[in-house]
């Protein structure tokens, strides 16, 4: 099996911005979430994607918004950035079946 | 969404058995018990579920108290590289893959 992986690792925006980050699922996984990681927090959801449709968001304003394609990798993209917009973002993915998540190790985005 | 209280953090010794606990006072009926854990510069990763029974696989036991109202994870013999944050989840599979997360328990493990 192939894991979830994130790209870039880590990015530098400046305030105003937008940031595309990237994640490919997990092998035979169509499902895939967001979350964002504030230092020294948990993760909190932004939004699902199921079948190329988001089908459940977190409380994250309308400026992140995401796609996924049909081979089930998907964007995080986020506009007019804020220096709150600094965390860790991570991708993870799962199956219908599967009740586990699988996480990759997140791209970390600085906003300055 | 039912709350789950962990401590913030717990050390344990190399080799020795960790029991790290969370309370659910409010959980309803139809929500899992998911542990999850996150070693530095990693994403989370999935330890163990659970509804109303024990369970165990290869990484750790959870126990579920009769009334589910709280849960311990055991790790059997701590290892340096289960060094981490466990986070204590409440889910419904209606919830997809909306996990709600705390602050979750600091686990160090000391040689």
């Known amino acids: 099996e192939t894991g979830v992986t994130q790209s870039p690792t880590h990015l530098i925006k400046t305030r105003g911005q937008q940031v595309t980050l990237r994640c490919s699922s997990q092998?035979?996984?169509?499902?895939v979430s967001w979350y964002q990681q504030a230092l020294g927090q948990g993760p909190q959801f932004i939004f699902q994607?199921?079948?190329?449709?988001?089908?459940g968001r977190g409380n994250f304003p309308p400026r992140f918004s995401g796609l996924q394609f049909p081979n089930y990798s998907s964007e995080l993209n986020v506009n007019a950035l804020e220096l709150d917009d600094s965390a860790l973002y991570l991708c993870a993915s799962s199956s219908v079946t599967n009740e586990k998540l699988f996480f990759g190790s997140g791209t970390q985005l600085s906003v300055l | 969404d039912a709350k789950t209280t962990q401590p913030n953090s717990m050390e344990s010794n190399e080799e020795e058995p960790v029991h790290l606990p969370c309370n659910h006072s409010?959980?309803?009926?139809?929500?899992?018990i998911h542990w999850y854990r996150q070693l530095p510069s990693q994403g989370p990763e999935y330890v163990i579920h659970g509804l109303t029974s024990n369970v165990n696989n290869r990484m750790a036991s959870l126990a579920i108290a009769e009334d589910r109202k709280s849960s311990t994870l055991i790790l059997h013999r701590a290892t340096l590289r289960d060094a981490a944050v466990y986070y204590c989840?409440?889910?419904?599979?209606?919830?997809?893959?909306?996990?709600?997360f705390g602050e979750g328990t600091q686990l160090t493990v000391n040689p």
């Open positions: 994607y199921y079948r190329e449709e988001e089908n």
């Open positions: 989840i409440l889910h419904k599979e209606t919830s997809g893959s909306r996990l709600t």
């Open positions: 409010t959980i309803s009926g139809t929500d899992y």
């Open positions: 092998s035979g996984h169509n499902t």
